[in-house]
């Protein structure tokens, strides 16, 4: 993208444009730096661990105003590794947070104001150009508002038409580009129907989120069945355990089986365990509990990341540099495989950078037209080296002679031969 290439058309992957844009703008900045991310998704939930205390204080959704949530949300996001990093579901997931809060303030100003309902509309909107899962929201956004906010038919449609706003910027701009169907396809169609790349297994997910799971049902039943809420309380609570069922849904839109895709429900685990060590009257009892917490939830994260580190199993999830990619070093690479370490170390050539995308495109090379297209976008920009972990580029090459006669084979590798 800093060389003016454009996302979905000269960019094959299926990241959400606004996501790609913060991508863009770090490298623009800072280069390759992984530090660069990790400050920037420190950052961000920083502000949500502070916006979350902040609305739960606000609209009094416990009896005593505290930094509780604010102690669990920063427990919370050690239950994985992977939740500290900057990923698509987490910038998508802090403008789900705001839509959330402007639900909150419905649940008590009870007033035909409109900005709340149209901001809700229009974070949920932007939540959605940052990663696609979050389209969950809007059937969400559309139940609770009806049901518990009470739309009219006239706040209802400001909703959507402030949901729209967002995704029709996003439309209008790549059809100005001449790209809108690249980037429809790509990004809601294409990318929603591949395989899923299953990095984490379901059972270990379960594991880590385990802890959270049972302090959250520990937190319902104590916290609202046991004892008594006031009418807003109620809302909320009504707010919270949907949006958990939602959000949890939203997962099988993902096409990356991995803990972080459930940051999204660090809003909800945190009201429900806040709700748990509120309620707890005794003092000694709610020490404990706190104190469990506090150790279970890092000891099961980082036991659990030691664990696969240990086994190698994490090889086909994380990015590792290792020696094998210093063959790729200052050269323009092309990879056809699951492991991109390589564009660590070398620059990225051609639009085919999500290997999904491209194998299902290359994979159909006996038709004429996607055989033509793609051979006009590596002879555009040949690349140096091409990784071609599965033999996917030398079945393509047989249909194409001319980009054949160019390379020459060692291994897994595909060097161009110069002239």
């Known amino acids: 993208m800093a060389e003016g290439k454009l996302m979905y058309r000269d960019i094959l992957d299926d990241t959400g444009p606004f996501s790609a844009t913060v991508y863009w703008l770090l490298n623009l900045i800072f280069g390759k730096s992984l530090l660069s991310h990790k400050i920037v998704a420190g950052a961000i939930l920083f502000v949500q661990m502070a916006y979350i205390n902040k609305l739960l204080n606000r609209y009094k959704s416990f009896e005593e105003s505290s930094y509780v949530p604010a102690f669990v949300t920063v427990i919370l996001v050690h239950a994985s590794f992977d939740l500290l990093s900057l990923s698509p579901a987490l910038m998508g997931s802090t403008f789900i947070l705001l839509a959330l809060g402007q639900l909150f303030s419905q649940t008590v100003l009870q007033k035909e104001g409109s900005d709340s309902v149209l901001l809700t509309g229009i974070f949920s909107g932007i939540a959605l150009c940052f990663h696609f899962p979050m389209i969950f929201f809007l059937p969400y956004m559309l139940f609770m508002g009806i049901i518990i906010s009470g739309f009219s038919l006239k706040q209802l449609f400001l909703s959507l038409a402030g949901y729209a706003l967002p995704f029709m910027i996003c439309s209008t701009y790549y059809f100005w580009q001449d790209a809108f169907t690249d980037f429809f396809s790509k990004y809601v169609l294409t990318s929603r129907n591949l395989d899923l790349y299953i990095h984490v297994r379901l059972r270990d997910i379960l594991i880590l989120f385990a802890a959270p799971i049972l302090f959250s049902f520990l937190g319902i039943f104590l916290g609202a069945v046991i004892k008594s809420l006031t009418v807003n309380q109620q809302k909320q609570l009504q707010l919270m355990v949907l949006f958990f069922i939602f959000a949890t849904a939203s997962f099988f839109l993902t096409n990356r089986r991995a803990p972080y895709q459930f940051v999204i429900l660090l809003p909800p685990f945190t009201y429900f365990v806040s709700m748990l060590l509120l309620a707890l009257r005794k003092k000694n009892l709610a020490n404990a509990m706190s104190i469990s917490f506090l150790i279970l939830v890092p000891f099961i994260g980082y036991s659990w990341l030691l664990v696969k580190t240990v086994q190698s199993d994490l090889n086909s999830y994380g990015v590792f540099v290792t020696e094998n990619h210093e063959v790729a070093k200052d050269m323009k690479v092309l990879v056809l495989d699951y492991d991109i370490a390589y564009y660590q170390k070398g620059k990225q050539t051609s639009p085919y950078l999500n290997y999904q995308l491209t194998k299902d495109i290359l994979s159909s090379s ?45 291994g897994r590798y595909f060097h161009l031969i110069k002239e």
Not at 384 to 409: C, M, N, R, S
């Open 366 to 410: 006996d038709q004429p037209k996607i055989t033509a297209l793609a051979s006009k976008n590596i002879l555009s920009d040949l690349p140096e080296l091409v990784v071609d972990g599965e033999g996917l580029f030398e079945t393509f090459l047989e249909k194409v002679p001319l980009i054949k006669a160019k390379y020459k084979k060692e």
